[in-house]
């Protein structure tokens, strides 16, 4: 039985998919061996002949072993990534975006440590040119208070399938009632169950993936904002509340729901294009160097205290929900 499938989730990208399969193909160190590929393709049935014109090259190969699907139609990419995992008849499940490559050098590596220590999820090394993007310099367990450094962006992620499908009928539930969190990130939701139940989530010091053609986002959330936009941050931040309240009350769910309030708002924060014009005018064209990395860093640090003195009414269950 083949050990992991890299599960490829592609929107309307045949030429950037096309691009990783010939990547993987060309490198020396992936093998077919213990590998199988899964495509899922959401982009309708307008584009099926597009997309089997361009990589049926690659369905035929003697190195890639690959299992093409197609929704349809577009159904977004929660449900798309729910899918993957219904779909896997591996133990073990890599996500992979369409248009990012592949660092295949330590799959070895990372395949011996999958099959020894079984997490529930593996988060590995994610690199944009010489920064790194997601993950640490040592290997180590996730923190609860981590659960979106190690999966927010997904590709290189690898997730225990069997463990991870029995929390995806809440997700899919909560997908179907327009939650905005479920809807644009739901892998994150996948992460707090699973760091609830079994702790037993871990970065990874190998890179796995790096940036390809970087094409952007087209994930939005259920009042078809884009997902990084004000309006759905603001939004992310009420329902992120409201699952994490919804769960079992520990220390643990705590420490989540307090790095999810302050994460949260940062993000909003970043995502405020009227701030930053503010901060252009007052500063001119090219604002003070480092100024917004330490507006942001002063904010989250007023966000934390602010969430610490209101810890006892957290643990107390008088907070109210979002």
Known sequence: MDTITIGIPTYRRPDSLVKLLKHLESSEDFTRKNTEICIINDSGSEYED?????ISPYLDSNKLNIRYLSNSENIGYPKTFIRLFKECKTDFLLLMADDDLMV??????????INEFEPDICSTQYFRGDHMYRGKI??????????????????GVIYKVKNALEFLPDIEKRIHQQCSVASTYPQALLCIYLLLKNNHCWFLAYPLVERGDDMPSL???????????VASRIRQIADYDNFILSLPESEERNIILNSSRAS???????ASAELNERMQKRYGHKPRPGLAKRISGAFKKQVKLRLKVR????????????
């Open 219 to 229: 994930i939005k959330d259920p009042e078809g904002n884009h997902y990084s936009s």
């Open 264 to 270: 949260a708002l940062v993000r909003l924060f970043n």
């Open 50 to 54: 597009s997309y089997k014109c361009k």
């Open 104 to 113: 295949s050098e330590h799959l070895n590596e990372i395949l011996e440590f």
């Open 138 to 155: 040592q290997t180590r367990k996730v923190k609860y208070s981590e659960f979106q450094q190690c999966n927010g962006h997904a590709p």
């Open 311 to 322: 810890n006892a009414d957290i643990s107390t269950g008088n907070l109210q929900k979002a």
